[in-house]
């Protein structure tokens, strides 16, 4: 546990997607900070491995982020376990490129479920809750990709588009309510168990002011950042995390 009058002492989260790559940073960085977190995942060993590694402010749920009643099952869960949540990291994602016409539509439907209703799901099962806790923090993960036309990002782009969209209105919705909604953007990050294993060529390299892909722990020092009290007063915007990839 965490002693030090941590950033996120009396915060409960709900990370999704949290069984390895940036999802298990983020749960790491948040129980660190001083957090109380209910890992979701479909990888269950990984899940269950995490979880015993963090010790009793951890617990993992088997979850499909698609299926309504799995995340009633995730509400239950951290409810029995530690309370109403106050903070939801909408974390879980696939991935897939390829040229716009090449997808299949089951390969289609199958991303947009798990990215974009996925994510609604998350905010329309978890808010009531956050009403009960007296306010909180939601946190989406988008993507420069949902900012940018990549080549070949079509399917994922578009996805990633559509969090930025359900952030905002979903901000001014439940803003009333103490409850912010917040996108993270990330550019290039290494090893994050999607894109990011294969080193960038210096053309790539040179498109990124900073000359380097990013770290997965500097994704999760924004998201602390974003569940904390700190930001308290920001909510539906966009939090571009690239190097500065974006900017030409």
Do not use: C
């Not at 993960?141 to 952030?167: C, D, E, N, Q, V």
């Not at 924004?222 to 690239?242: K, M, P, Q, R």
């Amino acid at each position: 546990m965490n002693h030090h009058g941590g950033r996120l002492d009396g915060k409960i989260a709900i990370i999704t997607g949290a069984a390895r790559g940036m999802g298990a940073t983020h749960a790491r960085a948040f129980v660190a900070a001083g957090a109380r977190v209910v890992l979701t995942d479909l990888a269950e060993d990984e899940g269950r491995a995490l979880a015993a590694e963090l010790g009793d402010a951890a617990r993992f749920v088997r979850h499909d982020v698609s299926r309504a009643e799995s995340w009633e099952e995730v509400v239950a869960a951290t409810r029995a376990a530690f309370g109403p949540a106050n903070v939801l990291l909408n974390n879980a994602a696939i991935y897939f490129i390829g040229a716009v016409d090449a997808a299949s539509p089951e390969q289609v439907r199958k991303l947009l479920d798990i990215n974009v209703f996925g994510s609604w799901l998350g905010i329309s099962r978890v808010a009531p809750m956050m009403r009960e806790a007296g306010g909180g923090s939601i946190i989406n993960l988008s993507s420069l990709a949902g900012m940018l036309g990549f080549p070949h990002h079509a399917i994922y782009g578009m996805s990633k588009w559509a969090i930025r969209g359900l952030t905002r209105s979903a901000a001014n919705d439940l803003g009333p309510d103490g409850i912010r909604v917040n996108a993270i953007l990330p550019g290039a990050i290494a090893e994050t168990g999607m894109a990011g294993t294969e080193p960038l060529d210096p053309g790539q390299l040179a498109a990124i002011p900073l000359r380097r892909r990013g770290g997965k722990e500097e994704v999760s020092a924004l998201a602390v950042f974003l569940a904390s009290d700190e930001s308290a007063y920001i909510t539906g915007a966009d939090h571009v995390i690239d190097g500065g990839r974006g900017v030409w």
